[in-house]
C-alpha cells in the first residue's frame, strides 16, 4: 500500500502501541500527500479518529490547514451526531409511548458504546429494528411524527410486513436532516427470517437509551451482525471494520457461544472473512479458539490500495444468498427479491389502488432491464480494459 494508506490504516486504530506509534512517526516524517490522505479519510468515514490520533502524536509534521480542516470536520460531526442522538431519543419515547418494542442499531448507539467520544464516529442515519407485527404501526406512528416514507401506498406497506426487512424515511428541520431506516429484518425479511428474529428478540436486553426505556442486541448477536454488516459493505468503508475492531477489543466475548451460533446458521464464512480483514488491518484480539479458521489469504479481498476499493456496495442480493443454508431457502429468496414489488416499483410508476396488481408485472420486467443494463456495462468496461492494455 501507499504511504497514505499505510497511515490510514494505522491511525484508524482505537489503541496506538508503542510499535504502532513509532511507525506512524517514521511515515509522518517523510513526505506525505495530505490531500490524498485526507480524501481517503472522508471516504472511508473515519477522519474523526483520524484527528484524534494525530492529536494524540502532537501532529507530527501536519500542515495548519489540514489540521485545521479535519478539526473543523470533528467540531461539525460532533453536532450532527447530538442532533441526531437526540432524535433517535424523540422516536424510542414515541414508539415506547406506543407500547411497541424497539431496538436501536448503530449509529450514535454505537459511537457512545465503542468510542471514547461519540463524536469520533460518523453516522450516516438512524437504524431502528421493530417486531414484523408492528412494522405497520410504527411506520404509521413515525410518519404521523413528520416524517416522509419511500412507502407511499398501504399495498407495499403490506408487502413490507410479509416480505421486506427495512423501509427508508426522512425528516427536516432547520437544523439537520434525520435519515431513518425502519427495520423489521436484519438479513432477509419476511419468512425466511422467523426464526432468526425469535432468537434475536428473545436475547434481547432491556437497555435505556438517552434516558428512554427500549431494547438492546445481546453481546453475541451484536457481533454477529456488525460482522456479517462489515463482510456485505467493508469493501467501501472502512468505517464497518473499525467498529468490528472496538467491539472486539471493549472487552471479554463468549467465542464459544458466537462460533456455535455462527455455525448454526451458516454464517461461518462471512464471520471468518470479517475477522481475518480486522485482524490483518488492525491486529485485532481474537480468541484462541477462532485463530486456526482464519485465513491470510481473505486478505486479497480488501484492494491494495484504499483508492481501489469498491466504489459501490457489493450485490446485496447474492451476499444474502451466501448466509442461507439450504437450496430451498436460496429459490424463495430469490422469487421474493425478484418477483414482490417494492417502493422502487411504485415510485418508478404509481397506479391507482385498482391496479396495483399491475406491479407483480412490471417488477420482473425492471428486474431484467436491470440486469441487462448491468451485463451490458460489465462487457463495457472489460472491453475497455482489454483496449487499455
Excluded at 426487512?165 to 425528516?171: A, G, N, S, T, V
Excluded at 472496538?246 to 471468518?272: H, M, N, T, Y
Amino acid at each position: 500500500m501507499t504511504q497514505e494508506d499505510q497511515l490510514c490504516l494505522l491511525l484508524a486504530r482505537g489503541q496506538l502501541s508503542p510499535d504502532v506509534r513509532q511507525r506512524i512517526l517514521e511515515l509522518l516524517s517523510g513526505p506525505v500527500q495530505w490531500p490524498v490522505l485526507v480524501k481517503r479519510a472522508y471516504k472511508y468515514d473515519i477522519a474523526p479518529v483520524l484527528y484524534r490520533n494525530l492529536e494524540a502524536l502532537d501532529f507530527p509534521g501536519v500542515p495548519d490547514p489540514i489540521r485545521t480542516e479535519l478539526a473543523n470536520f470533528l467540531a461539525v460531526n460532533a453536532i450532527r451526531n447530538d442532533l441526531l442522538a437526540k432524535e433517535l431519543a424523540r422516536l424510542l419515547q414515541l414508539l415506547s409511548d406506543a407500547k411497541i418494542p424497539v431496538i436501536p442499531l448503530k449509529s450514535t448507539v454505537l459511537a457512545e458504546a465503542l468510542y471514547e467520544d461519540p463524536a469520533l464516529r460518523v453516522c450516516a442515519d438512524i437504524d431502528l429494528l421493530v417486531p414484523t407485527r408492528n412494522i405497520i404501526d410504527a411506520h404509521n406512528l413515525i410518519v404521523a411524527s413528520g416524517y416522509t416514507s419511500q412507502i407511499i401506498l398501504p399495498f407495499f406497506l403490506d408487502l413490507l410486513a410479509r416480505y421486506g426487512k427495512d423501509c427508508e424515511m426522512m425528516r427536516e428541520d432547520q437544523l439537520c436532516t434525520y435519515p431513518l431506516e425502519l427495520h423489521c429484518g436484519l438479513v432477509w425479511g419476511g419468512s425466511l427470517e422467523r426464526e432468526l428474529l425469535k432468537d434475536i428478540w428473545g436475547d434481547a436486553i432491556r437497555k435505556s437509551f438517552y434516558g428512554v426505556p427500549a431494547f438492546a442486541l445481546s453481546p453475541d448477536w451484536e457481533f454477529l451482525y456488525l460482522a456479517t454488516h462489515a463482510a456485505r459493505h467493508g469493501g467501501y468503508s472502512l468505517k464497518w471494520f473499525v467498529d468490528l475492531d472496538r467491539f472486539c477489543s471493549r472487552g471479554p466475548l463468549d467465542w464459544a457461544r458466537i462460533q456455535q451460533k455462527a455455525e448454526l446458521l451458516g454464517w461461518e464464512v462471512a464471520v471468518r472473512d470479517s475477522l481475518s480483514v480486522c485482524v490483518q488491518l488492525f491486529d485485532t484480539p481474537i480468541d484462541i479458539t477462532f485463530e486456526p479458521a482464519l485465513e491470510p489469504a481473505t486478505l486479497h479481498r480488501w484492494p491494495r490500495t484504499l483508492d481501489s476499493a469498491r466504489q459501490e456496495a457489493p450485490g446485496g442480493v447474492f451476499f444474502s444468498l451466501r448466509l442461507l443454508k439450504t437450496p430451498g431457502q436460496r429459490l424463495r429468496y430469490l422469487f421474493i427479491r425478484f418477483l414482490v414489488p417494492t417502493p422502487a416499483d411504485g415510485r418508478f410508476i404509481a397506479l391507482p389502488a385498482s391496479l396495483v396488481f399491475l406491479y407483480y408485472v412490471l417488477r420482473p420486467l425492471r428486474v431484467a432491464a436491470k440486469a441487462t443494463w448491468w451485463f451490458v456495462q460489465a462487457v463495457m468496461k472489460s472491453a475497455w480494459r482489454f483496449v487499455a492494455q
